[in-house]
């Protein structure tokens, strides 16, 4: 039986990556040299929306799929948010059971992107993932902390023709808070 050394690093007065604590920045990505040039100059970091704004989004990814758990499957829905403009682009997600007694959920959502509700309340309904693309809802985002990442998440939906009321009362509140009297 033979049996592998363990690979050691060679001594060098240059200290790796690996040495470095995870807070500190990696000096590297010169602006010289070999590799693919970018421009990160418009990246900005994507940091959760803040909770129970209303936010006008279309929804731009919708998949079904199998249950993290293994119990039934899950709907994964993805919008991207238009409105307020200072949030433009951001994304928000909410994974959706679609076992029985968790049906509630996405039906709130296919109703607010435009499905009528009297012709989806049959026993035989069929949920095509692609129809609701593009379409358009107001987005409330709570935020939830995952592996130690704050992340906004879809709370409620409502329809995008409500928008205009939320957005008019959401501007009241926040003129409110600016300007108590």
Partial sequence: ????????????????SQDK?????LDIGASEG???VLDFTGVSNYDPVPEDKPYFCTISKFDIGPARKGQGKTATVEVTVNEPVEWES????????LLPQSLFSIYN????????PDKIKVSDFVLN???YLGMPLVAFAVNNTY??????????????????????MWDEVEVEEVMPF
Avoid: C
């Avoid at 039986?1 to 790796?16: A, G, H, I, L, R």
């Avoid at 951001?90 to 059971?97: A, F, G, L």
């Avoid at 959502?109 to 009528?116: K, P």
């Fill in 1 to 16: 039986m033979t049996t592998k050394n363990p690979v050691k690093p060679q001594d060098t007065d240059q200290e790796s």
């Fill in 21 to 25: 604590a995870p807070d500190q920045a």
């Fill in 34 to 36: 070999e590799g693919e």
């Fill in 90 to 97: 951001r994304r928000i997600i909410r994974y959706y059971s």
């Fill in 109 to 116: 959502l296919i109703v607010a992107a435009g499905a009528d």
């Fill in 129 to 131: 993932p692609q129809d």
């Fill in 147 to 168: 592996q130690g990442e704050t992340r906004s998440n879809i709370r409620r939906t409502a329809p995008s023709s409500e928008w205009g009321e939320l957005k008019k």
